[in-house]
């Protein structure tokens, strides 16, 4: 029996199993290349298939895998299931470059990478098992996520192993990530990140309370510049320091994205390649993280420190939702007050400025300042600040003062130090002068006049004495553009009031009907 199917494994030609099952039971079974083609393949444990060429599954194939599969081709995986169930064997890619593709993503128990080559998926993988117990070994090898996401469903913190071996992330739309169902786990869960160069560059997850959910981690690498900057799951609007200028020269070149379903307190430990120490050096880098609703980087949290001279550790990170990361060094912090700055007109009388802060240190006052021309600023008011808060915080000024026309606005935030940043400047319209209306003759018997001062584009509303409206008109005659007459013929004979609006205010006028 067993040398009938040594014979059989060993074939030099494709094999395609048209039964409805096979089982593997002798200690070593061969083949060079295995399509399975709506069958179940069992292979029981103690035994290994080694496959020495590539794996195909289609029409509904699974195999139910107690032993370990050796593969030195490519996995490819069309049979529209998990394929594996509930198995609890390993998978060894032992190839040169191998991939693991096919139309339907793959659930693999224990998933070990051996061989010479990188590792590379092709379509979204999960390591870990039906019951959650299964391990990644990644070894000394390459793994390339292409865009791809990796689900590890065993929360503990051995769920993935390595020696030199590392995880490629690298792509600017965070699209290659991390999936770790950490839960309640506690621990140091490490990702063994890698650069294109083949640095690791790993990031540690440590647990200490709560319940983390799926913790969801990428990473890339940027220009000197900080450019790209992140674009999903939230857009980064600037690396700027507190000044307003430029950061990036003392700004790690890399970001990350961690994101957690869960409630957890965690330990966060951030890794970059010598590489990509920002310009300035690399002397007490901290770590800082865009907040996506107010969208502004947030304080670095305190009692960080540098284990080593490319590595960062926070204790003490508590929060739920996304965000992306970066790490400025502590001398030149990513700004940190300022979230949004508005301006509007308000009833054509007055300019209401509202601004929000994400988090205050040092914060002295606040100056709405307006101008003319957006060039040559004037003092309108002052408003005092928090001082220091790590919290969001919502401010406000009503201008009762403005302008008239075209005005700009900007606010001048001073720490009390003295030294000072600025918002990007408002433009505001407005137009305190109240257009003249006649309205003749007045009582009218057949008709009326209205003359306006301006040319505006006005709604026409006929209002009774008791306030219904009558009717909303046209005139039936326009003698120029500012003057238009109105037929009464139809009206009752009484007091009526018209209500003239225009884009920039409302006017009304009394007029008697005989």
């Known amino acids: 029996m067993e040398n009938t199917i040594r014979k059989r494994f060993s074939a030099s030609f ?207 690498a940027t220009t000197p510049n900080n450019l790209p900057l992140p674009f999903t799951p939230d857009s980064v609007k600037h690396i700027r320091n507190n000044l307003g200028l430029d950061n990036s020269a003392n700004t790690v070149d890399r970001f990350w994205e961690i994101d957690n379903t869960g409630t957890p307190t965690a330990t966060f430990t951030f890794t970059w390649a010598a590489t990509e120490n920002a310009a300035n050096g690399n002397v007490s880098p901290r770590a800082q993280r865009w907040i996506a609703a107010p969208k502004a980087w947030q304080t670095a949290l305190s009692g960080q420190s540098n284990p080593t001279t490319q590595s960062v550790v926070i204790p003490g990170v508590a929060y739920t939702g996304f965000g992306p990361w970066a790490v400025a060094l502590a001398s030149s912090p990513l ?58 915080l919502n401010y406000s000024f009503n201008d009762l003062n403005p302008y008239n026309g075209v005005s700009y606005y900007r606010l001048k935030q001073t720490d009390v130090n003295g030294a000072f940043t600025y918002s990007q400047t408002e433009k505001v319209s407005i137009n305190t002068t109240t257009p003249t209306v006649n309205v003749y003759p007045n009582p009218a018997r057949d008709y009326f006049t209205i003359s306006l001062a301006d040319i505006e584009q006005y709604n026409i509303n006929l209002i009774d004495a008791s306030g219904r409206m009558v009717n909303d008109f046209a005139a039936t005659q326009t003698v120029n553009a500012n003057i238009m007459q109105v037929n009464t013929t139809s009206f009752k004979p009484g007091i009526y009031y018209l209500q003239l609006i225009s884009a920039s205010n409302t006017q009304t006028a009394k007029v008697v009907v005989e």
């Open 14 to 220: 494709k094999f395609m199993f048209i039964a409805m099952f096979l089982i593997c039971h002798v200690q070593t079974c061969f083949c060079q290349l295995l399509t399975n083609d709506n069958i179940t393949l069992t292979i029981t444990s103690g035994t290994q298939l080694t496959i020495q060429g590539d794996v195909q599954n289609q029409n509904g194939a699974t195999i139910a895998n107690a032993g370990t599969i050796d593969l030195s081709g490519n996995w490819i995986h069309n049979a529209a299931n998990n394929c594996f169930g509930t198995s609890i064997g390993t998978v060894i890619l032992n190839g040169a470059n191998q991939t693991i593709g096919g139309t339907s993503s793959t659930t693999f128990n224990n998933l070990t990478l051996l061989g010479t080559g990188s590792k590379s998926l092709l379509i979204n993988t999960t390591v870990g098992g039906s019951f959650n117990t299964g391990i990644l070994n990644i070894g000394a090898r390459n793994l390339i996520l292409n865009s791809k996401s990796l689900s590890i469903l065993n929360p503990n913190s051995t769920a993935i192993s390595f020696t030199t071996g590392f995880i490629t992330s690298e792509q600017t739309n965070n699209s290659s990530k991390i999936i770790w169902s950490i839960n309640a786990v506690t621990g140091i869960h490490t990702i063994p990140f890698g650069n294109a160069a083949g640095v690791q560059i790993p990031f540690s997850y440590n647990l200490t309370s709560g319940n983390a959910g799926n913790v969801t981690v990428s990473t890339y």
């Open 335 to 392: 700004p940190i007050s300022l979230i949004s700055f508005e301006a509007e007109a308000k009833n054509n009388e007055t300019v209401l400025c509202n601004w929000a802060t994400a988090s205050e240190t040092n914060n002295d006052y606040f100056t709405v300042e307006r101008s003319k021309n957006g060039i040559d600023f004037e003092e309108a008011g002052q408003v005092k600040a928090a001082g220091n808060s790590t919290k969001v």
